[in-house]
């Protein structure tokens, strides 16, 4: 049996011009480290966690109490004006990248 139609087309062909017409479309994570002071708890974990994943774009986010930093996965760069916002706003300092 042959992948190839009939009339002379092939169904990889589709299928693969397919796949990367969604790779191509689809933005790449931008995956950045912030050293944010204050955090002590699991609450803290809680508030940063909540207020940086309410921001426009951010994906995923990781806060590691222990090290101080927060990591922050979104469709492009976070805008750092904002994000610096909402960890004041949830009452930690955001020192900057790490």
Request: aromatic content about 2%.
């Amino acid at each position: 049996m042959s992948c190839c139609s009939t009339n002379g087309t092939c169904s990889t062909t589709t299928v693969a011009t397919t796949a990367t017409a969604i790779a191509e479309a689809a933005p790449a994570a931008v995956t950045t480290v912030y050293a944010v002071a204050g955090m002590t708890c699991g609450h803290c974990e809680q508030a940063v966690g909540k207020a940086v994943s309410a921001l426009a774009g951010v994906t995923a986010v990781s806060v590691d109490v222990k090290a101080g930093l927060v990591t922050v996965s979104a469709g492009a760069e976070p805008d750092e004006a904002a994000l610096r916002a909402a960890i004041d706003d949830a009452g930690y300092d955001l020192t900057g990248r790490a």
